[in-house]
């Protein structure tokens, strides 16, 4: 969607090194929330947030953090990736109240060797 | 949140109507009906959601039972176009927003 932007939308990296992805949202929107999935698991919360500076763990947040210094850009780090968090990273964003539905970005694929 | 019941895959023949079901008997008077479909590789789609009527929109209606223990997403005239994983989530709004658990999911496979 033109309004949520995730970088870099491929990555290969190894073992050990650490990797941020971005979301960028023009939405204005309140809510972010970074999604992992793998085949088999389907998509997996992993952080989200509720306002700059404002985060919380998801279902699935062991090995990563992330970051929210102003509403358009929500940070996800792996600080020391490995194999395991390979996987495509979906961004979404939400307003409050139940009308307002979450939009997607078009997604992150991390390969880590 | 209440928990879906979704069954893993369908067919349908495209121009038919697609009637996608979904299971929720636990849900709360409080909680809504989403559904979203995922198209390969993509990020999720919304589709459509409600509380307790019928709605439709440019994309599909959605049909919640009197008791909203179940509900049925219907795509009126299907094309190659729609062949996707259709994910019913039900959610009530909370201090986390509108976040959402996803289950399997359908995948609709819809057929020349």
């Known amino acids: 969607d033109a309004g949520i932007t995730q970088s870099p939308r491929h990555k290969v990296t190894e073992t050990g090194t650490p990797v941020t992805l971005r979301c960028h949202q023009t939405?204005?929107?309140?809510?972010m929330y970074w999604y992992r999935q793998d085949p088999g698991h389907g998509l997996r919360l992993i952080h989200y947030?509720?306002?700059?500076?404002?985060?919380d763990k998801g279902e699935v947040s062991d090995g990563y953090s992330v970051s929210r210094s102003k509403t358009e850009d929500f940070l996800l780090t792996l600080e020391s990736a490995t194999s395991s968090q390979t996987s495509v990273y979906f961004c979404?964003?939400?307003?409050?109240?139940?009308?307002?539905?979450?939009?997607f970005g078009a997604g992150s694929r991390l390969t880590v060797l | 949140d209440a928990k879906t019941t979704q069954p893993p895959s369908m067919d349908c023949a495209e121009g038919r109507a697609a009637n996608l079901p979904c299971n929720h008997s636990?849900?709360?008077?409080?909680?809504?009906v989403y559904w979203y479909r995922q198209i390969h590789s993509q990020g999720p789609q919304y589709i459509i959601h409600?509380?307790?009527n019928n709605e439709t929109n440019e994309m599909a209606s959605l049909i919640i039972t009197e008791d909203r223990k179940s509900s049925t997403l219907i795509l009126p005239h299907a094309t190659l176009r729609d062949t996707a994983v259709y994910y019913c989530?039900?959610?009530?709004?909370?201090?986390?927003?509108?976040?959402?658990?996803f289950g399997g999911g359908t995948r609709l496979m819809v057929k020349p």
């Open positions: 939405e204005n929107h309140r809510y």
């Open positions: 409600g509380l307790k």
């Open positions: 947030s509720y306002g700059v500076k404002d985060t």
């Open positions: 979404a964003t939400g307003g409050q109240g139940a009308k307002n539905v979450l939009t």
């Open positions: 636990t849900i709360s008077g409080n909680e809504y």
């Open positions: 989530i039900v959610r009530v709004e909370s201090g986390a927003g509108n976040m959402l658990t």
